[in-house]
């Protein structure tokens, strides 16, 4: 699966997170280092997303844009 991902460098490095997962945020000294934790970050969100929803009656809703 494909995240859209937003960078911000600055003098420390690359700050970056994923817009559609809420608080998922990860940073590293070059942009290689942020994306490579970055995608360690969203497998660990995801995992703990699995975890919550255990027991949870699931449904898809589409919503118009």
């Known amino acids: 699966m ?3 991902v937003a960078l911000h460098e ?3 490095g690359f ?3 994923v817009p559609c997962l809420p608080g ?3 940073q590293g ?3 290689q280092e942020a994306l490579s934790n970055i995608a360690e970050a969203i497998a660990e969100y ?3 997303i699995d975890e919550q929803l255990q027991g949870a009656e ?3 809703i589409e919503v118009a844009a």
């Open 46 to 48: 995801l995992s703990v």
């Open 24 to 26: 998922c945020v990860s």
């Open 58 to 60: 699931i449904r898809e």
């Open 15 to 17: 700050s970056v997170w």
């Open 2 to 4: 494909k995240y859209k």
């Open 10 to 12: 600055s003098e420390e």
């Open 29 to 31: 000294e070059t942009e």
